[in-house]
């Protein structure tokens, strides 16, 4: 009954590669977020999505590329991936706008 | 980007201490706070909402200031099991907006 699940939890991969995470809640939540955590631990928004429409995508790479197929679900693909891109990834969900945030458990991306 | 400010630390405090964050944001839209917890290698989990009136929960008081804009969290008879990371959040705008967390470790 995990309420924000992402996969993998761990992934290591050489630059250059292509990786995608997946996320889903099972909240019936309409907004869905991504945040990149760095080494110091700083939680830093990436993308917003409302009922699955791209609401803010914060000065990411454009080798970040997000996908939400329905509103459970938002899933995260990275191009050409660079030793920088090295952090962890949370998924998160909220009932709407301006309430608090349900994190997934994270993946925790290496790039050797 | 609006920010949200939080001092890291560490602090530092004896079992029993009571021990008190404060976090600064500088929109002053926002509607709504929160305080999350967050482990050592795990995810950022919520610990309280902030209202208006304050909101406590145990041994654990948050506060809300609107004129300075900052929010706090008071915990009182700190134990071991408070070690870990606190972040703040205000939200507003489909941006929940984080701290960047103020580390609390509890020591016998």
């Known amino acids: 009954d995990t309420a924000v699940s992402q996969t993998p939890k761990y992934l290591v991969t050489q630059m250059g590669n292509d990786k995608s995470i997946k996320c889903e809640q099972n909240?019936?939540?309409?907004?869905m977020y991504w945040y990149k955590q760095d080494s110091k631990k700083f939680l830093k928004i990436m993308f917003s999505?409302?009922?699955?429409?791209?609401?803010i995508n914060e000065t990411v790479p454009n080798r970040f590329s997000p996908k939400s197929p329905d509103k459970a679900h938002l899933n995260l693909h990275i191009n050409s991936l660079e030793l920088g891109d090295s952090a962890v990834y949370f998924c998160?969900?909220?009932?709407?706008?301006?309430?608090?945030?349900?994190f997934g458990q994270g993946t925790r991306l290496t790039v050797v | 980007r609006k920010e949200v400010e939080q001092d890291p630390g560490p602090f530092n405090v004896p079992e029993g201490a009571t021990v008190a964050f404060n976090c600064t944001y500088s929109?002053?839209?926002?509607?709504?706070f929160f305080w999350y917890r967050q482990d050592c290698r795990k995810e950022p989990k919520l610990l309280m909402s902030v209202y208006s009136s304050g909101n406590e929960d145990g041994r654990f008081t948050a506060q809300l200031n609107r004129a300075s804009q900052y929010i706090s969290l008071l915990i009182r008879d700190s134990k071991l099991s408070d070690s870990a990371t606190y972040l703040c959040q205000s939200g507003g705008s489909y941006i929940p907006t984080f701290g960047r967390g103020t580390s609390l470790i509890v020591h016998p």
């Open positions: 929109n002053s839209a926002s509607q709504s």
């Open positions: 909240l019936g939540h309409d907004t």
């Open positions: 999505y409302n009922n699955k429409e791209l609401i």
């Open positions: 998160a969900s909220s009932p709407w706008e301006d309430t608090e945030a349900f």
